[in-house]
């Protein structure tokens, strides 16, 4: 395993398994009848891996993800168990895993992102303000920035491969790329998860702004992968300190972007160390999420 000296881990290195693939955050390996999920601390933005990671951030986005697996039980997704020592194969490498890792049924990934916009920021207001738009839906005059959407919005992309962009897609071109019939099924679940989990959060003084979900296929039937609902995949802001006309204080990687805005880089790989003050406050930000979100600690 390879950490840095804040003690984020990096890398994984598991002798004797196949590595599928190394993400912007998750390892992925094959254990044949199922596969691996490894959270790292690596974080992205920009679609760049910054060189130095977040410690506690891969465990946070682990126990999120398994908090909204069980809180939708109504909802099929792809994992078989977070007990990762339970595979004698791993048992070696429990301590570095355990708690950031899960094992997951192979599903085929469906090749779209399930955006869901419930207020408008982002690219989303950027493209309102350029086109009255987004994503192709017309919107009503009027609105601020970070104002909550008359209703949550659907906003697809394409998935692109780790070092590309992805790029926003009308629901008619995810017709196009899977049918009707799986096109309707992933709009309609996006939708009905993102209200569920945005009115729990906001009993828990957290206002989900948007995030995105992946689908996949598993035996003829759509189930949810990956991560859900973390401050990885959404915009998380703390209700008490909302505000209109202005990106509003987040729970997510957002302090990460804003700090790299404040830089003089061209947002390519490489991407530029963070500073140690920068790190700290991230992860202070991911534990307060966790926190809020699960009432629960992070040992």
């Not at 959407?149 to 780790?162: V, Y």
């Not at 899977?178 to 309609?188: F, L, M, S, V």
């Not at 790299?260 to 991911?286: H, Q």
Request: negative net charge.
């Amino acid at each position: 395993m390879k950490y840095d000296p804040n003690g984020a881990l990096l890398e994984s290195e598991i002798p004797g398994l196949k590595l599928l693939n190394r993400g912007k955050v998750r390892d992925v390996y094959d254990l044949g009848d199922s596969l691996l999920f490894i959270a790292t601390d690596r974080i992205s933005a920009f679609d760049v891996v910054m060189p130095n990671g977040i410690p506690a951030k891969g465990e946070v986005l682990t126990r999120i993800s398994l908090f909204w697996f069980e809180y939708m039980d109504w909802l099929p997704n792809h994992l078989i168990t977070a007990d990762v020592a339970s595979r004698p194969e791993l048992a070696p490498y429990a301590k570095d895993l355990q708690g950031r890792s899960i094992i997951v049924r192979k599903a085929r990934p469906l090749p779209v992102e399930c955006i869901v916009r419930g207020y408008l920021i982002g690219s989303g207001w950027k493209d309102y303000r350029a086109t009255g738009m987004v994503s192709g839906i017309e919107l009503r005059p009027g609105y601020h920035q970070a104002e909550k959407l008359d209703r949550p919005l659907f906003t697809p992309s394409t998935k692109a491969e780790q070092g590309l962009h992805d790029e926003a897609i009308s629901f008619d071109q995810v017709v196009e790329i899977i049918g009707t019939e799986q096109a309707t099924t992933i709009r309609d679940l996006s939708l009905r998860i993102y209200r569920t989990a945005a009115d729990y959060a906001l009993t828990k003084g957290i206002i989900v702004a948007d995030t995105k979900f992946e689908f996949g296929l598993l035996d003829g039937q759509i189930i949810l992968i990956d991560e859900v609902l973390t401050p990885d995949s959404s915009r998380f802001w703390p209700a008490d300190r909302y505000q209109l006309d202005c990106s509003p204080p987040s729970l997510d990687k957002q302090y990460v972007r804003d700090y790299l805005e404040s830089l003089d880089w061209n947002k390519t790989a490489p991407g530029p160390r963070l500073p140690v003050e920068v790190v700290r406050k991230t992860t202070e930000k991911y534990l307060d999420a966790y926190r809020r979100i699960t009432g629960r600690e992070l040992a």
